[in-house]
């Protein structure tokens, strides 16, 4: 006898509550990048510039996305495991408590081994975030549902500037470390006492879990997995230097960063909803899916690759050098809230947050690389040339990466269309579990 469907959010009314839902996934998005980029800000200028030089800054880095890819490869299945409602919970108070450890730090190793917990803990946001908006939003709203959540970065890495100069200059960066650490615990108890998921996926979340290797030999995961060794680094070397750039080749201040430093991910947040909305658009127009989103995909991506490298030939100040930063965030952006809906396309409900944990492995492997490469990289060149040629050869390298990933994901990764052998795997076993 043939199998019955699992249950969808697409086959069932769903509840407003459901933007509720949505806001608690943006909100730790947005703590998640406050907590990551405090220390990148607090260390650009001042008493931990003295004490961490651009390559011991590249070193730290890699030490949070060596963390990052490895937790990477468990929590998604963990949080399959577990449910959204404990696994999310979990995360956001492990990667808070690592926030926090960072006040106590001394030395460059002690805020290598902060990193590190910190990488673990917030590598399970996106994951869990993914897994929510599968279960409370349908197929044709999920680019639009992801790019709101994921526009948490982009709003995080707006906040950060202002609050963590205000911070830093008012209470020094130990107190600052605390003040933005308890912000999570505030967020974990509304959560814990709200989640709930929805009847309408409970049952296909809660369906046979896929064995990693079984996700990992797909076509689909293993080059969407490779895409993300080159996209996603992209993004970390904006958020992650943009603060060092600015002091190193304009001579600006933490006061002046905290005010500047937020526009490009202003116009990013743009981003996340506009290439999300742009999406649904063409779907709407009848534009199949899995093409839709191959197109928004292709078309930002494209964006982004083509304005770090013609950047650096067109940066003549600070003004340029931002907007250039503008267009490469925005095209990121809405690029990624394209691609965060692809493994719901493709997979079953219980295996979206392990799928993207497997694929961020991916986007850890090339943060920890390319991090370190960027350290070393801009230290050296920039003693036998300038700090200027230095980042600009960067800003060049980044666009090719940006571009080959691109190139993936059109030519290479196949159609988006959803996986009979892994639906059926899934369904077989909850049908068991029935009889």
């Keep these: 006898m043939k199998s019955k469907p699992l249950a969808t959010p697409s086959s069932i009314a769903l509840p407003r509550i459901r933007w509720l839902m949505l806001f608690f996934a943006f909100a730790a998005t947005v703590l998640n990048y406050v907590d990551r980029l405090a220390f990148n800000y607090l260390s650009a200028n001042g008493e931990l510039r003295a004490l961490i030089p651009n390559d011991a800054f590249g070193y730290i880095a890699t030490a949070f996305f060596v963390a990052y890819m490895a937790s990477n490869l468990v929590s998604g299945f963990i949080i399959d495991r577990l449910g959204t409602r404990l696994g999310y919970s979990i995360c956001m ?98 959560f814990w006492f709200t989640y709930y998921t929805p009847e309408s996926a409970k049952k296909a979340s809660k369906a046979r879990t896929i064995p990693p290797l079984k996700l990992i030999k797909t076509k689909f995961v293993y080059w969407f997995t490779f895409s993300k060794i080159f996209m996603d680094p992209v993004w970390y070397f904006i958020t992650f230097w943009i603060g060092r750039y600015l002091v190193d080749v304009h001579g600006w201040g933490l006061d002046k960063i905290g005010w500047f430093a937020m526009f490009p991910f202003i116009v990013a947040d743009i981003g996340n909803i506009l290439g999300g909305l742009f999406t649904q658009f063409i779907i709407k127009r009848g534009t199949p899916v899995g093409k839709a989103r191959k197109i928004a995909t292709g078309l930002f991506g494209s964006l982004l690759a083509l304005s770090l490298m013609l950047g650096p030939f067109i940066i ?57 490469l960027s350290g070393f990289t801009i230290e050296n060149i920039s003693k036998a040339y300038n700090y200027t040629f230095a980042y600009h050869a960067v800003f060049v390298g980044y666009g090719i990466m940006a571009l080959i990933a691109v190139c993936i994901i059109l030519f290479v990764l196949g159609p988006l269309k959803k996986d009979d052998a892994l639906h059926e795997y899934a369904e077989n076993g909850i049908n068991k579990e029935a009889a």
């Design 93 to 190: 108070a492990f990667w808070t408590t690592a926030s926090l450890l960072h006040a106590v730090a001394r030395l460059p190793f002690h805020f290598g081994i902060c990193r590190f917990l910190l990488g673990i803990g917030e590598a399970g946001n996106w994951p869990a975030a993914i897994k929510l908006t599968s279960e409370w939003f349908t197929p044709e709203e999920r680019s639009t549902a992801t790019g709101i959540f994921n526009s948490g970065a982009a709003i995080g890495a707006v906040v950060a500037p202002p609050l963590i100069a205000w911070l830093g200059m008012r209470y020094g960066w130990q107190l600052t470390f605390v003040i933005i650490g308890s912000l999570g615990y505030i967020w974990l108890a509304a």
């Design 316 to 372: 003549t100040s600070p003004a340029t050098a931002l907007v250039v930063l503008s267009i490469a965030g925005f095209g990121y952006a809405a690029y990624t809230s394209n691609t965060m809906a692809f493994p719901a396309d493709v997979v079953p409900l219980s295996a979206t947050a392990s799928v993207w944990g497997v694929a961020s492995v991916g986007a850890g492997l090339g943060g920890a690389i390319f991090q370190a």
